[in-house]
């Protein structure tokens, strides 16, 4: 069974930054597509940016050019760096790991954007 534990979320403001992680229990991770997605209050869970096992990347267009995902696979690691951050950022994000046998989800960790 797979584990994704988020960390890094936070009240922060406006313009502001923050690098989420998530950590992953998986076996062979590197064989993985990864992905952060966000939950804001009264809406649906949306994909925000993901990752596959061989480094190719996609983002929302809402995140494109302020968003970057990344990995180590030597330390079954994924991040999400955020760089100027909007009020609108504010949800909860969680982990996301995917394959065609395999699905697993983090708790979830909640990040504030607020002056």
């Known amino acids: 069974q797979v584990q994704l534990v988020e960390s890094g979320g936070g009240l922060v403001q406006p313009g502001g930054y923050l690098r989420l992680s998530c950590a992953a229990s998986a076996r062979r991770f590197t064989v993985y597509t990864m992905g952060w997605y966000r939950q804001a209050p009264g809406k649906e869970r949306e994909l925000v940016a993901g990752?596959?096992?061989?480094?190719?990347?996609n983002y929302a267009d809402a995140v494109k050019g302020r968003f970057t995902i990344s990995r180590d696979n030597a330390k079954n690691t994924v991040y999400l760096q955020m760089n100027s951050l909007k009020p609108e950022d504010t949800a909860v994000y969680f982990c996301n790991l995917n394959s065609p046998l395999l699905t697993a989800w983090g708790q979830g960790t909640q990040v504030t954007v607020s002056s």
């Open positions: 990752i596959t096992s061989g480094g190719s990347t």
